[in-house]
């Protein structure tokens, strides 16, 4: 009697073995980020003068910032920090990166085919995107929640976030949480630290 005990016991461990492991490895394998939203439709020109839409991202990882060509301030740090997270995934064709500029009248393709040669893009999946000012502030403010305006007593003249938009390849916004598993939403393109983060969800993401 007591043998087939032994024998039900370990039929049960053995059952709920099957069972956990893949659950198990789906905590490994899936990625903890919450989603945040949806990535509006959206419509522009790269560098190379080629129509970029989201349907172009499709099936990519890729990360979004709003910047533009002759910011004295906090552009170049944002796009040195973003040439590191496309070092960091070098030959990756899963990576994309879309930088809408905020001041469409200088930045044609022309120019900011000339900002990409200076930072030394390398990504082919790297668009530098310009447009119709009223759709891209649209895209920012209301889309992306991300601050951009004009503002004449700046240096600049623009203001905008520094903070860059992760995005999954269903085109979902996509966050961590933080100690009190609240969203983050966004990562702080300014710091080594918001930029550390960003290249762990990128890898959870691929």
Known sequence: MKKYSYIGISFIILLFGIWAIPKIVDNFTKPNLTVIGKVPDFSFTNQEGKIITNDTYTGKVYIIEFFFTTCPSICPIMNENMVKIQNEFFGNPNLAIASFSIDPETD??????????????????????????????????????????????VEGGFEHSGFFALIDQEGNIRS??????????????????????????IKKLL
Do not use: C, H
């Not at 000339?114 to 009223?134: M, R, S, V």
């Not at 649209?138 to 305006?149: H, P, R, S, T």
């Not at 961590?176 to 969800?201: A, C, F, T, V, W």
């Open 108 to 153: 044609t393709p022309e120019v900011l085919k000339e900002y990409a040669q200076k930072y030394k893009i390398t990504n082919p999946n790297w668009n530098f995107l310009t447009g119709d000012k009223e759709e891209t502030y649209k895209l920012a403010n209301q889309g992306f929640n991300l601050y951009v305006g004009e503002n004449s007593e």
């Open 176 to 201: 961590r949480k933080d100690e009190n598993e609240n969203p983050i939403i966004y990562y702080n393109g300014l710091e080594d630290s918001g930029i550390q983060m960003l290249k762990e969800d």
